[in-house]
């Protein structure tokens, strides 16, 4: 069934979102080609417009596999996990952003940390523990992690030390392909 998130559901979700983009929730939500809205169904969350959502409702459930952009899920324990999907809308409005060398980028393309001898340049007066974004140096978004350093940090780190923790990037598709068949 196609839902609005409960009060609970929309603060862990928003938490989770505002890790890495902040008050850009707002954004999101009244854009300029009209309203969009999260929804939920099989413990999804799935960024719609209003109009999709209507169309939606017309349609037996069990038929509904999905619509608009995949954010995320709930997992059992009622913890959010961010998927790759949304990475497009997360690089738009991202308060933090961490760039790689062109060396680092098939590393982290496999799913490696960011290493310090991989980071080309990172934002600065960035938090420890603060949701990036993770590009190459021409601004293409690769994926998302946590900072495992601050800025200051980041300086006087030895070069194999880890910047930046992997969450999700594009090669996931192309990895998880084998699971998929």
């Known amino acids: 069934m196609v839902r609005p998130l409960t009060e609970e559901e929309l603060k862990i979700f928003f ?73 497009d809308y997360i690089a738009q409005h991202a308060q933090y952003k961490v760039w790689l060398k062109p060396a680092a980028e098939q590393s982290f393309l496999y799913g490696n940390h960011v290493l310090k001898a991989g980071l080309g340049r990172i934002t600065e007066d960035t938090p420890q523990y603060q949701g990036v974004v993770i590009l190459n140096m021409a601004d293409v978004p690769l994926g998302f992690g946590t900072t495992a350093k601050s800025t200051a940090e980041v300086r006087k780190l030895e070069p194999q030390g880890v910047v930046a923790f992997h969450q999700a990037d594009v090669g996931e598709y192309l990895r998880d392909e084998e699971t998929l068949c």
């Open 15 to 87: 938490a989770k979102l505002a890790k890495y983009i902040g008050h850009a929730i707002k954004q999101l939500v009244d854009r300029p080609d009209g309203k969009y809205c999260f929804r939920l169904h099989r413990d999804r969350v799935y960024y719609v417009s209003e109009q999709q959502v209507k169309v939606a409702a017309a349609l037996p459930r069990e038929q509904l596999l999905g619509m608009g952009c995949t954010f995320g899920k709930f997992t059992k324990t009622k913890k959010f996990r961010l998927h790759v999907t949304c990475l």
